[in-house]
């Protein structure tokens, strides 16, 4: 599975618990009426695929739910991030 789509469902998965989810924005600086307002990008995907892996039951859980490994989202959480450093590599 794409690193981003999984990163993408994980987002979906966790907005299901509203305390998760909050947590999630927060670390990403977020609220959620930024949800609406603001596009998804790289930063918010790597707060929830980190936060998965920090809550193993919830990881298990959304693994399940996409017939894919939990080792899936380490690997997805490993390229977006790759993928950020290298963007924040660019000259401005």
Request: charged share 30%; glycine share 4%; net charge positive.
């Amino acid at each position: 599975m794409d690193p981003e789509a999984l990163a993408i469902r994980a987002l979906g998965f966790i907005s299901r618990d509203r305390r998760a989810l909050d947590r999630v924005l927060s670390r990403s600086g977020r609220e959620r009426l930024d949800l609406g307002r603001r596009p998804i990008d790289a930063e918010l995907l790597v707060a929830s695929l980190d936060f998965l892996i920090r809550h193993e039951p919830m990881l298990l859980a959304f693994s399940s739910t996409i017939s894919q490994p939990p080792e899936a989202t380490y690997h997805a959480r490993r390229r977006i991030g790759r993928s950020m450093l290298r963007r924040s590599d660019l000259p401005a």
